[in-house]
């Protein structure tokens, strides 16, 4: 379903019920990369007053908003992919297409080294960060 990848860049708009792949990015635009944030993020950060340039460049770098500058409440707004575990993508997705008369494919993005778990299926929150809060 529309808006996908490049048509929600070039919209500025959300590509649909992923959450974000990361809240900044270091984008390769022909041949130079360059920061990418999100422009919510970055309003916030400039009214709140803890926006720096060298914030957003190591954000993007990380791949992650988990920086002491980054206040709680809006690392627990802004959460990722990587943030969210498997079970919740799941949970996301099952809840979408229950009103959904359509296919509706979805990434699951998680870690390459989480470790494997073996216990019963978590009822917890969507993200360990949230969990910890």
């Known amino acids: 379903m529309a808006p996908t990848g490049t048509i929600s860049i070039i919209a500025g708009c959300s590509s649909g019920i992923e959450p ?12 130079v990369l360059m920061p990418d944030v999100n422009e919510a993020f970055v309003a916030i950060a400039r009214r709140e007053g803890w926006y720096s340039d060298e914030l957003m460049q190591r954000i993007a770098e990380a791949g992650n908003i988990h920086f002491d500058e980054v206040p709680a409440q809006w690392q627990r707004v802004f959460v990722t992919a990587h943030d969210v575990t498997p ?17 509706s494919p979805r990434p699951v993005t998680s870690r390459t080294r ?11 929150s969507p993200t360990a960060s949230a969990a910890r809060a």
């Open 87 to 103: 079970e919740w993508h799941i949970r996301m997705q099952a809840a979408f297409q229950d009103f959904t008369d359509s296919r």
């Open 114 to 124: 989480r470790p494997r778990r073996t216990s019963s299926r978590s009822t917890g």
């Open 20 to 31: 974000l792949f990361a809240v900044a990015f270091m984008r390769n635009q022909a041949g």
